[in-house]
Antibody, heavy 121, light 111 residues
């Protein structure tokens, strides 16, 4: 059974960089059939796609966040990571890592449990 | 890319059917049969309920069905049960540079 687990600081100061890692177990991140992505959800609000990466390193970002986002992959450790720079209180959210299909990127079949990141001084 | 439009809330009694709409544009919902629906209970990660407009993943009840007409996709839940009370989100592919655009979410209340 595939599992995804987010890890990283739960508190980040304004203007600093948010960094999270997703560890994939029970399957290979090098599968050609999937992208690996980050999706966030501010408290009490809806879902927002942040960006995704293919095992080869090709990246795709939400245009509204593109200037601040970097997603990377490490196939040797079966992990992928998110960096979001210059954070503000508006970036406070539950951050989910997820797997979505190469042929249907709207289809997310596995999600991490989510990790709350609060931006505050 | 703007979010897809969903009603903020819907409600129904046990055993009834409800439909949640999801309105996009010709750049997303209207152009691709790549619409998914997710169910989210409080404090939990979303769960895939429908993909490619009308397909159900293994293990999802056949009480859940999806459809699309033009720029609007719909999720219908028949034979409402208490456990169906949750938030529901639609999601569409929106082109090679925008993998996913979500709806704002609909809170389903089972009366």
């Amino acid at each position: 059974q595939l599992q995804l687990q987010e890890s990283g600081p739960g508190l980040v100061k304004p203007s600093e960089t948010l960094s999270l890692t997703c560890t994939v177990s029970g399957g290979s991140i090098s599968s050609r059939s999937y992208y690996w992505g980050w999706i966030r959800q501010p408290p009490g609000k809806g879902l927002e796609w942040i960006g995704s990466i293919y095992y080869s390193g090709s990246t795709y970002y939400n245009p509204s966040l593109k200037s601040r986002v970097t997603i990377s992959v490490d196939t040797s450790t079966n992990q992928f990571s998110l960096k979001l720079s210059s954070v503000t209180a508006a970036d406070t959210a539950v951050y989910y890592c997820a797997r979505h299909f190469y042929t249907d990127t709207a289809m997310v079949d596995y999600w991490g449990q989510g990790t709350l990141v609060t931006v505050s001084s | 890319q703007s979010a897809l439009t969903q009603p903020a809330s819907v409600s129904g009694s046990p055993g009834q059917s409800i439909t949640i709409s999801c309105t996009g544009t010709s750049s997303d919902v209207g152009s691709y049969n790549l619409v998914s629906w997710y169910q989210q209970h409080p404090g939990k990660a979303p769960k895939l309920m429908i993909y490619e407009v009308s397909k159900r993943p293994s293990g999802v009840s056949n009480r859940f069905s999806g459809s699309k007409s033009g720029n609007t996709a719909s999720l219908t839940i028949s034979g409402l049960q208490a456990e169906d009370e949750a938030d529901y989100y639609c999601c569409s592919y929106a082109g090679s540079s925008t993998f996913q655009v979500f709806g704002g979410g609909t809170k389903l209340t089972v009366l």
